[in-house]
């Protein structure tokens, strides 16, 4: 069982180092980011709009809980019901991403007050998205919020997820009880919202945040990924296929068996004639962009840059 776990931790380990590898996310060192929250008065700010956010993610997630237990025919249980909440605030896990889709926004018409609202895409996590995982927190532990897990076990007694938020945060001192921000302390944190630019993130550096959270929160393993030069050795190590210098990066390589190691191989190998693929296109795309502006060009001088073109398909070839 021990040396099952072992390989399964050394394949995700694997997995992260050729993902970062082959692609654009890596620099220098991959750690999970973090980053400060804005001030609590900016949490207890968004408490309301994030509340709505939060309650209709859980809706959802519970509902599809719900659909499988009929084609199953089991009956949900409120333990169902706290897994789908566990992570629901955690940007890092699957059911936490929405998080990376929340801007806090500031405008005229609804100063003092700050809001919140949706992005077409996930973003890296940065002082926003920990402010809105405080003020998820912060959702879930009210006590208003008592009643969210018995209620979703009766899920279908409302219309939708709209009808389901209203229930429960329309009616909550989260929302009713909101107080406006001063106009000098408004301006303080809209400029730090602003200063706190939204930046898309790439899937592939997104999954690897995933991987990294799951294998710290779920396997009890700190992990701050290699530098590059080790993920390069690495990955040329396990290609020719020497166990013990990738041993030197990754000590947990010596407890794989020669099939284990060679199952690995052969996905790095895998990933790397992907990139060679990818590679051979480009420059065959490249070639053909090239000779189509030669082919108009002689037709453009009438075939006055005859020899010329000849030459420069000469030192091409």
Known sequence: MRKDHQMRTFIITVCILVVLLFSSAVAAKKEKPLHIPFPKDAVDGISCGVCTFVVKQVYRDVLVLFNASIRRRVRMSEDDVLTALEDVCNPFAETGQWIRRITITHKRETAPFLGVEE????????????TVVEACEGVLDHESMDMLSPRLLHLTEYADADKFAEAL???????????????????????????????????????????????????????????????????????????????????????????????????????????????????????????????????SDGGEGDLENFELEQEDL
């Open 119 to 130: 992005l077409q895409v996930y973003t890296k996590c940065k002082r926003t998205c920990s």
């Open 169 to 299: 945060c329309d009616r909550s001192p989260i929302c009713t009880k909101r107080w406006g921000l001063t106009a000098s302390r408004y301006d303080e944190l809209t400029t730090m919202i602003d200063e706190d630019t939204m930046e898309e993130i790439d899937p592939k550096e997104m999954e690897v945040e995933r991987m990294m959270d799951h294998m710290e929160r779920k396997e009890n393993r700190r992990h701050s990924i290699f530098y590059r030069d080790e993920i390069v050795k690495m990955q040329e190590a396990i290609l020719r296929g020497d166990k013990e210098a990738v041993a030197k990066v990754d000590p947990s390589i010596a407890d794989l068996s020669e099939e284990e190691f060679a199952a690995v191989q052969a996905m790095v190998r895998g990933k790397n004639n992907e990139k060679l693929r990818s590679g051979t296109h480009r420059a065959d795309d490249e070639g053909k962009a090239r000779d189509t502006q030669r082919r108009k060009h002689r037709e």
